[in-house]
């Protein structure tokens, strides 16, 4: 699956996006994230890996981001560790721009700084 998830330590969840996401794929997983009630015991943060991701498929729907606004004030940072040129299409992706949650970029070498960052 292109995409995948698991908790790192409390709080913390780290999302693995792999080879192209589609969009049935991805609803599949926010529904799942809605089921497990991830954000019920307060703010997240989030790291997210790109682990061979190729893209999206191709399509209107993901201009859809009321998951994002819906859950804004759950997610407290979101570092993202990939190579350097999805950085400007992960950042219009996460809606970084509009939401509250610190967001950060590291390149593949700085997992480590990743996470230092998001447990600060």
């Known amino acids: ?29 926010l529904d799942q994230v809605e089921t497990r009630n991830v954000f019920a015991s307060g703010k997240v943060k989030i790291l997210i890996r790109l682990d061979d991701f190729v893209g999206w ?27 350097a040129h999805w950085r400007d299409s992960m950042q219009i992706f996460l809606f970084t721009d509009y939401r509250q949650a610190e967001s950060r970029f590291f390149p593949e070498t700085e997992l480590e700084q990743a996470r230092i960052w998001l447990m600060s």
């Open 1 to 29: 699956m292109p995409i995948s998830s698991h908790l790192l330590v409390d709080q913390v969840h780290q999302i693995t996006l792999s080879g192209l996401l589609t969009w049935n794929e991805y609803q599949t997983f």
């Open 57 to 83: 498929e191709s399509g209107e729907q993901w201009s859809d981001v009321s998951f994002f606004f819906r859950h804004d004030n759950d997610i407290e940072k979101t570092a993202v560790v990939s190579d």
